[in-house]
């Protein structure tokens, strides 16, 4: 490809070169990625840096599969058990800001803060530990919201105890869902900048190969534990199926960050000497031209990620929901009091078992397939399977509008295991590929040009884009589809109601939320024929 291509042409700088870049806290293999990953490191230099063994690597990246198993008790059980508090579905909704607002806040914050640390105990290991404890106590607040608000009323109101228990219930329960929302995001951004810390620059691929495959493990096997009658098989670690749920995912979160905790060596933080010439809103101006100067490529990508993603929430934050008011359409109670919300959400818990073991599977062979046939079948290319992810995202979501079988919804959930793969795996492909052309241009550059003056050296640092960057960039472009899903699903259950419609007793209001999904991945497809791929120009 020219170097002359007009794409190419006055754009400001994207990456440093590789002796003055420092490391990214950010890497999209790890983000709840399957990822294009491989498992061999080859193509090295024979004097490389001494590696991690085996068992180190995975003492590393097991942090991972405890994070992604507690992140399932709020994908699979947190709208069901909010709705049983009797809150409603549009104030359900906003409760689900949390997660945009901690990805928007904690996690620059936590990264920022971690990056500076300089205790003798290592810079990510403290925050893991005081994030990990906080994690705790939110899941103990969401598993004890009724016992709590049963505590606050007997203390304070004994006239009122039965209405203020109610209220206090879902107090409690919505403030730890917001809880854990913040100090878990906090764990997995402090975790993935640890996986990146650690392992030398060679054995990245490697190391980020174990966090994919600790974390899918995690949720499958999450989404199982999930779907398991807990209270019959662990009756004595509670009586209900979010308590037993809760404190298995502490157990299991609490020993997995141990063993990383104790296992994995640190190398304390040792300052850049030239940091305290950098102007003080340095990071502002930073982030600022990252939106301003985001490269065309790239911009074409985020525009895309933009609406997949306003198809995606609606699935993350309802798919549960929806297989379970399906479950009680078709196994209606005798009465209001025989109502158990856990046996629907368990129905709904096994059909995102189905998709997430879909998943997996498609994210070995899709991948797989691409590597090796895209330059021998035509159609087989990274544009095209992303093109088609989405229009299987858009046909299963919009199909929810006529489901009305639990069978058929855990088909539908099963189907869209096979973009989920896609889409944590194309678009970071792409942006791969974008930023490693950059290097090798900017490579090319420092043969020729002087970069040894540390005055010019601080100026680059002033006016460079980093890899990490536009990988941060690229991901608010999938934390801002979150509040406008929010916002949206609000709306459409106050303008659907929860009144059952006697001519068509199994229809759910969250079909709509699902349809309006279907209608943001047909926007996707569009905008991905106009994704620019570096190799293509």
């Not at 691929?205 to 974390?215: I, Q």
């Not at 749920?245 to 990383?260: D, P, Q, Y």
Request: hydrophobic share 45%; glycine share 4%.
């Amino acid at each position: 490809m020219s170097e002359q291509a007009p794409l190419l042409q006055q754009k400001p700088p994207v990456t440093r070169p590789k002796y003055k870049r420092r490391r990214s806290s950010f890497d999209p293999s790890t983000y709840h990625s399957i990822g294009n990953i491989v498992d061999t490191s080859s193509n090295l230099n024979s004097t490389k840096e001494a590696g991690l063994s085996f068992i180190q690597i995975l003492a590393l990246t097991i942090c991972m599969a405890g994070v992604q198993f507690t992140w399932t008790v709020e994908l699979s059980y947190g709208t069901p058990y909010l709705l049983s508090l009797d809150l409603s579905k549009e104030l359900t909704a906003l409760v689900w800001l949390a997660g945009p607002l901690s990805g928007l806040l904690v996690q620059p914050l936590i990264g920022a803060f971690s990056d500076k640390c300089t205790s003798r105990f290592g810079k990510r290991r403290p925050f893991i530990v005081v994030s990990g404890v906080l994690t705790c106590f939110s899941m103990v607040g969401i598993a004890y919201a009724k016992e709590t608000a049963a505590w606050i009323s007997h203390t304070f109101y004994n006239d009122s105890y039965e209405s203020n228990t109610h209220f206090y219930a879902i107090v409690v329960a919505v403030s730890s869902f917001y809880f854990l929302d913040f100090t878990l995001n906090a764990v997995q951004a402090i975790c993935r900048a640890l996986i990146l810390d650690i392992p030398p620059l060679w054995q990245q691929e490697y190391a980020n190969a174990w966090s994919a495959r600790m974390s899918n493990s995690a949720m499958v096997i999450g989404y199982f534990v999930g779907f398991m009658d807990l209270k019959t098989h662990l009756p004595w670690l509670g009586d209900s199926q979010i308590k037993v749920f809760c404190i298995v995912a502490m157990s299991v979160f609490c020993v997995t960050l141990a063993v990383t905790c104790f296992l994995v060596h640190e190398v304390p933080l040792t300052e850049p000497e030239d940091q305290d010439d950098l102007p003080w809103n340095h990071t502002l101006l930073y982030i600022w031209r990252a939106f301003r100067f985001l490269p065309k490529p790239i911009q074409s990508l985020c525009n895309t990620q933009f609406f997949a993603w306003m198809g995606w929430f609606p699935f993350l934050f309802y798919s549960t929901q929806w297989v379970s008011d399906l479950y009680f359409a078709s196994n209606p109670p005798q009465s209001p009091d025989e109502i158990d919300w856990a046996e629907g959400t368990r129905a709904g818990s096994f059909a995102l078992l189905c998709n997430a073991l879909v998943s997996v599977v498609a994210g070995m062979v899709i991948p797989s397939a691409v590597m090796h046939y895209e330059k021998k079948v035509w159609w087989l290319s990274l544009l095209n399977v992303y093109t088609a992810s989405q229009l299987i995202i858009a046909v299963c979501l919009l199909s929810a509008w006529f489901i009305r079988s639990v069978a058929a919804a855990t088909v539908v959930l099963a189907v869209l295991g096979i973009p989920w793969a896609v889409v944590l795996w194309v678009p970071f492909s792409l942006v791969g590929e974008y930023v490693s052309y950059e290097d090798e241009n900017r490579k090319k550059k420092a043969r020729v040009e002087n970069y040894s003056s540390a005055s010019h050296q601080v100026e680059n640092q002033q006016e460079d884009l980093d890899a990490g960057m536009i990988l941060g960039v690229h991901n608010m472009y999938i934390v801002f589809p979150q509040f406008a899903v929010a916002i949206i699903s609000a709306v459409i259950f106050a303008v659907a109601g929860d009144d059952v419609d006697d001519e068509d007793p199994g229809k759910s209001n969250v079909a709509a939320v699902l349809a309006f999904g279907g209608f943001m991945a047909l926007v996707a497809t569009i905008y991905s024929r106009r994704i620019i791929r570096v190799k293509d120009e």
